[in-house]
């Protein structure tokens, strides 16, 4: 008989928001007590272990929202009406409820903690929550709204002890990283869906058949569990709500005065079909399981290899190279189909004694062009140790990006850019993609912090001070000032850290150095310009608060010119030690 389990997130949204601020750390200089970090972030989702010692019990588990509480609601606009997207339970409490106003619910409860709502960050985060059920708990889980999930768990419950025992360790896993959830097992997935909704809150566990060993069901724990062939018997004291039917049908049985699923599986069919048409008695015949309601699983993205296997095997490179070429011809097309192109890549010999070779290669730019694929792996086929024989040959998509429709060739084309794809993937392939690199702005005084690598072919990083179309700043048409100023000229060479500099002598408090020596060899300095004073960033770390240096440009006898700083300002000591560093040279 088919088990279906649903999973019911209440504050899946407030959650989140929860669980993300606990994960951001505070400020080093942050008064106060130190504050209670989540158990875990997200991203141990997906190494779930069920047989864990805390798994086992109740202890350990971390509450995903204290009522008691500051309340917290996220709200979102629709057209001009900004209203509650969802509520936590101390809000709930005082009365606040999705869909009212935020104005009046601000009105209401001044210590209102108000976040902008993120529904596509909802999804996404439901849908990695559903995957790693998927991999660890059973093969079919489908997403049934924005705050549920479908398990289909017929045949796989016996493998983690039970529907009981596993629907627990479930709700004590969400709890453990800071997740409320309810989950009910029934016999279809409507029943699941309207138990794990409204079981607790209409009596579910109070239902009129007597509950058996194997029909366990603790509201208290959120966990609901009916024994095979007595869901219709759970359902009847449920309230109409609980089949999943739009607000009119609902406001109009409101009016009919038919609150209860028993009092509406009482009514004869036909006048219910023509009064509300054909939903109502889909959804009944769903949840009874009349009809069959089937889930659609999600289904995560299978990475693209192609691979070819030999009969004898293969020993020579020209024998590798002459098959590589029908690979890389397989894995453009599988690429074309996807409509995606490599960024990275790995080239796999698998030797008889089940030694694997392998080839890391990667692309500056997403390609699928198999030419050039075949040419980069070609160059380093030499690396490749045969031993006593290679029996497979593979290609695996390490790392993919959307590609559409390449345009016509160079020699099609009346003029076109030169590509530097194919320069930069072979010097990358042969020195390492770390030491291949360019340097990209960041907004930030301090030198070290205003440069930063990036690939050589990436695009730029799009504005992330992105303004409203009604923002005054708009009105503002100066173009943005770069955050490398000409005035303020920067070295070729800057250093990874600041090196300290010895005998150094200089004039207090705004002279620059006469002589500093740098690695053990001495420079006289002959030509100085500063200061250029740079403070700390106090927003970053509270020890910057009183930080200050003071850059020198100085020249030495010999024309070599260097970008000195003094840490202080040679007055207040807690600007600094009046120490010097030397952090790059010019030319």
Known sequence: MKRVASL????????????SERRTPPPPDALGPAPIHAPRPADRITGWRPGARWAKGGRGVVPAFSPGGTPLVTAHKIGSRVQIAAVSPAAAALGIAPGMALTQARASVPGLDVRDADPVGDRADLERLAFALARRWTPIVAIADPDSLFLDITGVSHLHGG???MAGRIVRMLARIGIAARIAVADTSGAAWALAHYGKASGAHSAPHSPTSKDRMDGER?????????????LSPLPVAALRLDDEALELLDRLGIERIDELLALPRAPLVRRFGAAITRRLDEATGLAAEPLTPIMPQQPISVERRFAEP?????????????????????????????RALLFVAERLDHQAQVLRIGFARATRDAAHIRRLIARRIEEIEPGYGIETLALHIRRAEPLGPQTLGAALAEKQTPDLAPLVDALANRIGHARLWRQRPVESDVPERAVAATPPLDPPAGDPTRLKLDD????????PDHPWHPRWPRPVRLLHRPELLDHVLAELPDQPPR?????????????????????GEWWRRGAERDAVRDYFRVEDEAGRRFWLFRRGDGVRPETGDLGWFIHGTFG
């Open 472 to 479: 005054v700043r708009r009105l503002d048409e100066r173009p």
């Open 515 to 535: 002589r500093f020596t740098w690695r053990g060899e001495r420079h006289q300095v002959v030509r100085g310009d500063g200061p250029e004073r740079i403070t």
């Open 8 to 19: 019911y997130l209440p504050h899946w949204s407030i959650d989140r928001v929860v669980r």
């Open 163 to 165: 529907e009981t025992r």
């Open 222 to 234: 959120g966990i609901i569990v009916v024994s095979p062939a007595a869901h219709r018997a759970a």
């Open 314 to 342: 293969i020993a020579t490179a020209e024998a590798i190279d002459h098959w590589l070429g029908g690979l890389t011809g397989e894995l453009a097309t599988a690429l074309a189909r996807e409509g995606l192109g490599a």
